[in-house]
């Protein structure tokens, strides 16, 4: 056992079957926490532990190489909020171009921002009553220089996330989000409004809603055209918060959408305390088993009163990643507002969508 440096230990242990050697490590985590446990102890804090395994295959393996596959394990580890623990993760040789991957992710971001090889592609949200293009939600692609798809995002977003900077491609897609409704003003076209995601880094940035305010002014938008998504995965961990935030949202101008609603577990209270303007359906609810009768009755049951329970209270409902036309009838059946999916369009540049939607 040997502390390396902070908040980290390497553990040299002798090798057992995972499920042993993971109860032996969560066993130390409960006697690292065991002190909550004392009758004098007034304050609870439970000290969450990450793991990262390394099986050593090769005996003359550097034993630098093999903390460093530890490590990458950890950084995979995912701890749930609440009272878990611990959780650990095994090292796999993906893991070694996974690493890779996330370094010249997070290397090339800023050159990538400044030579517009990361563009801002728009998905229309169709209104379900008249077939009319309500708005737009704000995606991103990463091009490379030939103007073919280098990153997809479900390879950067991540990235970004884990290390903070995905406030700058927040920033970014908002500003070029300004700047296309500005033209669109301009050119005398019917603006819709565009949202953009607010991801959860950009709570530790100060005064973040005053900067978005600043580049609205200097474009001159009226700041209804402009909506912030919030996930619920966000709101959920401190709902008093973020009504907080959301009134705050509200303060500049600009509208608030809950987003991937029902991709956890959803509670009724967001919608209560909560003042979003919209409620987005995530495309979690729609992926059902159409060959069981019962659940899919059940499943369409759930969002048939989510929607209209949003009715009642004001909410605009728009249903995401929907993709064939029976889901629109049964949306629109059930008074859904709005649907945002490839059954429409899938994410186009802005030029395109000009040209269609507009």
Known sequence: ?????????????????????????????????????????????????????????????????????????????????????????????????????????????????????????????????????????????????????????????????????????????????????????????????????FSRAHLRQPDVLGGYQRVQQQYGIPPELLEIELTETMIGEDIAYFTHLVQAIHAKGFRCALDDFGSGYSSMTMLKDVPVDTVKLDRSFFLMDQEDAVLCRRAWDIIESVIALAKKLGIATVAEGIEDQAQVRRLRACGCDSVQGYVFSKPVPPEEFEQNYL
């Open 1 to 197: 056992l040997a502390r390396t440096t902070a908040d980290h230990f390497k553990l040299l242990l002798r090798n057992e079957p995972p499920r042993q050697l993971y109860a032996r490590l969560e066993e130390m985590a409960n006697k690292v926490n065991r002190f909550n446990w004392d009758p004098g102890c007034k304050d609870s804090y439970w000290l969450q532990i990450r793991g990262g395994v390394c099986v050593v295959r090769d005996p003359g393996q550097s034993i630098t190489i093999l903390r460093d596959q530890a490590n990458l394990a950890r950084k995979k580890v995912q701890l749930s909020a609440g009272n878990q623990l611990f959780a650990c993760e095994f090292y796999a040789p993906k893991d070694q171009h996974t690493m890779l991957l996330d370094r010249d992710i997070f290397n090339q971001l800023d050159a990538a921002l400044e030579a517009g090889r990361i563009r801002m592609y728009l998905q229309p949200k169709v209104d379900l009553a008249t077939g009319e293009t309500l708005g737009a939600e704000a995606l991103t692609r990463w091009l490379d220089e030939d103007g073919a798809v280098l990153y997809t995002p479900a390879q950067f977003i991540p990235v970004l996330e884990r290390h903070g900077t995905v406030v700058k491609l927040d920033g970014y897609l908002f500003e070029q989000a300004c700047r296309r409704l500005r033209r669109w003003l301009d050119e005398g076209r019917r603006p819709v409004p565009i949202s953009v995601n």
